[in-house]
């Protein structure tokens, strides 16, 4: 394999700054390897979009990727991996990765009473993304949804410990407690920003799931398979852009990836 290739970024996106959550398990799975993402600030939310739309979104997004030279696409975005993941995959030659599959196998693998909740936008539940992967793993398995928009602006305004996203998710994962689940997946990247609160109102006893983790270890096992680990010893370069903004994003950021992102830079997606 050409040395080159090797050393292309990997390129991330998703609909706004739940891409942090996600590029904070990949930094920290694959130090050396440079990153690209993109975050589409001015677009979100995706989940409450019509398939379509959010097909056409995912597909420029990651044009905007592929045009960054990177040697992979991860679909940090679970509604645009529940949506538009096969598009994806038949117009790119790069491996795309999703966070559903990988969201779905840790959730069915680490289940230890055979209930799992899954929360995730309307989107994401509606397509019953999780659920199907979850139960064709085994069908024994019993798996209940609930849709919880209100958590992405939560997240975008940086509200994740505000007494009303206290309240917001005991309203929301009321239904959920009631089925006496074991595991719970945080299936938006939006949510494990808001993991203390989801934690608190479930209860210890509830294990949550985050898709991040499980992606990463997806994308190296992907990226080993193809032969285009990066043989670099030094860090990884990250480069950050946005489709617009948000006051909140570098607070977000700095919180959420435990450093400053200096460099982020505004792009016009789909031109
Ligand atoms: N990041 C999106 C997801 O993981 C949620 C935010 C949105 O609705 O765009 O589904």
New binding site residues.
């Given amino acids: 394999m050409n040395f080159m290739e090797k050393e292309k970024p990997i390129g991330v996106f998703?609909?706004?700054i739940?891409v942090l959550t996600v590029v904070k398990r990949i930094a920290s799975a694959l130090p050396n390897e440079s990153i690209v993402y993109f975050g589409d600030t001015a677009r979100?939310?995706?989940?409450?979009k019509s398939n379509e739309t959010v097909i056409e979104y995912a597909m420029q997004d990651a044009q905007f990727l592929m045009k960054k030279g990177v040697k992979a696409i991860v679909v940090a975005?679970?509604?645009?991996s529940s949506v538009a993941l096969d598009e994806l995959k038949a117009a790119f030659t790069v491996p795309v990765i999703g966070?559903i599959e990988p969201g779905a196998a840790m959730a069915a693998k680490l289940s230890t009473g055979g209930r799992i909740g899954v929360i995730?936008?309307r989107?994401?539940v509606n397509n019953h993304a999780y659920a199907k992967k979850i139960l064709g793993l085994n069908s024994k398995l019993e798996v209940f949804e609930t849709a919880c928009?209100l958590f992405?602006p939560l997240a975008e305004e940086g509200w994740h410990e505000h007494p009303s996203a206290y309240i917001i998710a005991q309203e929301y994962l009321h239904e959920l407690q009631m089925k006496d689940i074991d595991t719970l997946v945080l299936?938006?990247?939006?949510y494990p920003i808001l993991a203390k609160v989801i934690q608190k109102v479930m209860g210890d006893k509830v294990k949550l799931i985050d898709s991040g983790i499980a992606t990463s270890e997806v994308v190296r096992s992907e990226l080993e398979r193809i032969g285009l680990v990066s043989n670099s010893n030094a860090l990884g370069r990250m480069s950050f852009y946005v489709s617009d903004i948000p006051s909140t994003f570098q607070k977000i950021a700095r919180i959420f990836l435990e450093r400053e992102i200096p460099d982020v830079q505004k792009i016009l997606v789909g031109s």
Avoid: F, M, Q
């Fill in positions: 998703d609909s706004g739940g979100v939310p995706y989940g409450s975005c679970n509604t645009a966070v995730g936008t989107a994401t928009p992405v299936g938006c990247t939006h």
